[in-house]
């Protein structure tokens, strides 16, 4: 091993020759970085892997907010198909009925994410263990989560609130 304040690689030629002039039958190979030695360690994945582990469950997470987002918007869309399409005979343009819809969702998802937030933030001390090289209270994780439910529940509201918008109001005045 050698300790250097410079750049490690740039001086291996170096550490090599000087090497091979102490003893010429010692062979210098696989020249690496100490961070890099202990970053492929096991005791580093072991280190790493609840955070995996959390970055996995946290995208699966993601995933069925997403659905049951969608889930309760078309299913309160399809209760409204009447009133939509009363409003739809009455004048109303189909990105009336779209900003209708995603006001609708957003406002649930925005108290959702309201909740979500504080949770979060009161769990973090319990957190703080399992987290790598990012602090509990780090303000831009939280905004990137955030941003990110806000734009999973933008994209979950607009497919219906786009169906909704097409319906045809002579059919909606007929469904009961």
């Known amino acids: 091993m050698v300790r250097t304040n410079g750049d490690p690689k740039a001086l291996a030629a170096a550490v090599r020759n ?5 003893e010429p039958e010692v062979a210098l190979f696989n020249v690496r970085e100490m961070e890099d030695v202990i970053g ?3 005791a580093a994945f072991m280190r790493r892997f609840p955070a995996l ?4 469950f946290a995208g699966v997470a993601l995933l069925l907010a997403a659905i049951g987002i969608y889930g309760v918007v078309s299913y309160s869309v399809s209760q409204q198909t009447h009133y939509i399409g009363v409003r739809m005979a009455l004048g109303a343009r189909g990105s009336d009925i779209v ?9 649930i998802a925005l108290v959702g994410i309201g909740v979500g937030v504080i949770a979060a933030i009161g769990l973090t001390r319990f957190l703080s263990s399992l987290l790598f090289e990012v602090g509990a209270g780090d303000v ?26 097409k319906v045809d109001p002579l059919i909606a005045l007929r469904y009961e």
């Open 140 to 165: 831009t994780t939280f905004a990137i989560v955030v941003f990110s439910l806000l734009a999973v529940a933008l994209l979950a509201c607009y497919i219906p609130a786009r169906r909704a918008a």
């Open 99 to 107: 900003k209708m819809v995603l006001k609708q969702g957003l406002i």
């Open 53 to 56: 582990l959390i970055g996995i």
């Open 18 to 22: 000087e090497a091979r002039a102490l």
């Open 40 to 42: 492929e360690s096991p």
